[in-house]
């Protein structure tokens, strides 16, 4: 059974009312429905962590629109909510509209970096954005602030969160977007006590490492981009997901979660299930 259970939920891309991304795609319906699926699980969770990319265009009433759906779910759920910061995200509407922040006092060049305790899981969110630039980059002071907070290990270890991977990609538009000089957060993290590395931007799925940690890119909430279109096109397809980040012993796994409505092709009692497969164990001897 998992220690602790996170739903990362990236790339929403939500807009105000009435408008849609692309002139097709209702990010908030996408949103809402992924909210009400979590609701009718009826499952623990810990944490709703969304890394990046919150709205399309950094509008103060999509802030307001996502925090309206968002907060009601987590609250009645008893989870956390982490919001982290993505390309398309304003660094004042964010800090006002989600942190609380008073807009007179937000700093546009001060990154919005977070710790938060999940039932003894250390979340530590890195604002990778730079404002007007779409790729990613973490500053010397995030680093050196990164490597403090590192100093000493949480008590079930430490899930790292930031919009941009850090990793490479085979689609070419999201490798000429992905974070700058990953081997700079790669040296700050060896013989950490982080265990896996999340993000989202590239509108995929995917995995791979940094420092032997592990990296997952979750699915996006908005739409999904075809990772082997034909030669010479980008294109972006209808879909969308999320991911369940689980705490399973010292071990952190990440699972996607296909969210685009689909006909059931079977619905059965767990435990039969278990039955099923534990009748089979033993036959096998």
Known sequence: MSEVTIVQLTDTHIRPTGERVHGMVDTY??????????????QR???LVLSGDLTDTGSPEAYRRLRGAVEPVAEE??????????????RTAFATELLGADPAAVDPDTTHD?????????????????PRRHDGRLEEQQLDWLAEQLRE???????????????????AATEYLRLE???????VLADSDVGLIICGHNHLTG??????????IGPALAYRID???????????????????????????????????AETLYDRPEQDVLDQLAALAAEAG
Not at 29 to 38: D, E, I
Not at 79 to 88: I, K, P, R, S
Not at 207 to 216: C, D, E, R, S, Y
């Open 181 to 187: 000089r990953p081997e700079l957060l790669a040296e």
């Open 29 to 42: 319906a996408n949103l809402t429905h992924v909210l009400q699926q979590l609701r009718a699980s009826r």
């Open 45 to 47: 969770i810990d944490a």
């Open 77 to 90: 759920l008893g989870a956390t909510t982490v919001y982290v910061m993505g390309n398309h995200d304003e």
């Open 207 to 216: 995995a791979a490492a940094l420092a032997g940690i592990p990296v997952w």
């Open 153 to 171: 290990p949480a008590p079930r270890g430490t899930l790292l969160v930031l919009h941009h991977p850090p990793i490479p990609s085979p689609v």
């Open 227 to 261: 990772t082997i279109a034909p030669s010479g096109r980008h294109r972006g397809l209808i879909g969308f997901g999320y991911s369940r980040i689980d705490l399973l012993g010292s071990t952190l796994v990440a699972t996607a979660i296909e969210a685009t409505p």
């Open 114 to 130: 977070q710790v938060v305790d999940v039932a003894g899981l250390r979340v530590i969110a890195l604002d990778s954005t730079t």
